[in-house]
């Protein structure tokens, strides 16, 4: 429908009944998909603010990826909603960022997962990369450059994406930093290390952050991490300049290809909970901490560190609901 350009139903089609009777739907979770209509305002009447809990849209409101062919009906849903429908939110997952969504998420607190769905099918299923992640897919071996497959946006989409990151950040960072435990962001949001350093100040419950890095910034999170002593999953988002950012950390970069089986020791601090790491293409699950020495004999905390594949995180958020599916 969205293809073509013509919306073909209504949410009367399916709730006519419901409006007509003003009987609101006590749903915990709303979802929907490849849905292409106008918004006529009775979504607010359909599903009782209440009781919500979570929602998934998946390629449902054109977001930041409005084309001209469907811009008449995309425009509809720039209508905000008042922020008190979502005071009861917990969970929201979507595919289409939006200068809309940010003010949403700016209007209300509480929530505690974020998940920005990078998966995009015209790229392909087999790869494994955050660009397309599918549930069940396995990362190849060896490891290729993080960046292989993905272009750098151009400068009209470098200034979208900078404007967007702002103001999702803004709104995590200012309205849900306390409650916020999961956490999954653009893969073009080229993060510098202030503004992660923002999400870990503000944000000290997360459990599962996702994220992509600038080419400056290799090292920021291993900086950084020590300070989020409650997360449990970290995921660096495939991106045009994560194998530059890598190339600050050359332990990193030796681990890429590290075969199934081998184990290798990264410098961490016993108390950093961490269990599993995804570096583009990359998964790693950490082991225990052990006093080993540095090159110059001093004894520093390592954890241990072992590949492995998408299929070991499929039960973790970050990595199991970056698809296309609700």
């Known amino acids: 429908m969205r293809d073509t350009a013509e919306p073909s139903t209504d949410l009367r089609t399916y709730f006519g009944k419901c409006l007509e009777a003003k009987y609101m739907l006590p749903l915990k979770h ?13 979504l607010a009447l359909i599903a009782d603010p209440k009781t919500i809990r979570s929602t998934d849209f998946i390629n449902t409101f054109g977001g930041s990826r409005s084309r001209p062919s469907t811009i008449f009906v995309d425009e509809t849903w720039k209508n905000i909603p008042d922020g008190s429908y979502f005071v009861n939110f917990k969970r929201t997952r979507t595919n289409e960022t939006s200068t809309q969504q940010a003010k949403i998420l700016s209007s209300f607190s509480g929530l505690e997962e974020l998940y920005l769905v990078n998966a995009q099918p015209e790229l392909g299923l087999q790869n494994g990369s955050s660009r397309s992640t599918t549930e069940g897919a396995i990362s190849p071996e060896p490891v290729k450059t993080p ?18 990151c702002k103001e999702y950040l803004n709104a995590v960072t200012t309205r849900h930093g306390m409650t916020m435990k999961k956490l999954l962001l653009s893969d073009q949001w080229a993060l510098n290390g202030e503004q992660i350093s923002s999400i870990i100040s503000a944000c000290p419950n997360l459990e599962q952050l996702g994220l992509a890095l600038s080419a400056e910034e290799g090292n920021a999170l291993r900086i950084l991490a020590p300070f989020l002593t409650k997360l449990q999953s970290l995921r660096i988002l495939n991106n045009p300049w994560l194998y530059h950012a890598l190339q600050e950390d050359q332990e990193l970069v030796e681990s890429m290809n590290v075969t199934h089986g081998e184990v290798q020791y990264w410098k961490m601090p016993p108390a950093t909970r961490v269990q599993w790491v995804g ?34 995180v499929k039960h973790i958020e970050i990595w199991k609901l970056d698809v296309l599916e609700i």
């Open 30 to 42: 709303l979802a929907f998909q490849n849905f292409y209509s106008a918004n006529t305002g009775d």
């Open 147 to 164: 960046a292989s497959s993905i272009s750098s946006p151009g400068k009209a989409a470098e200034q979208m994406n900078a404007t967007l």
């Open 279 to 312: 570096i583009g293409d990359a998964i790693f699950r950490l082991g225990k901490s052990l006093q080993l020495p540095d090159d110059d004999g001093t004894m520093v905390w390592r954890r241990e560190v072992f590949r492995a594949t998408l299929e070991d």
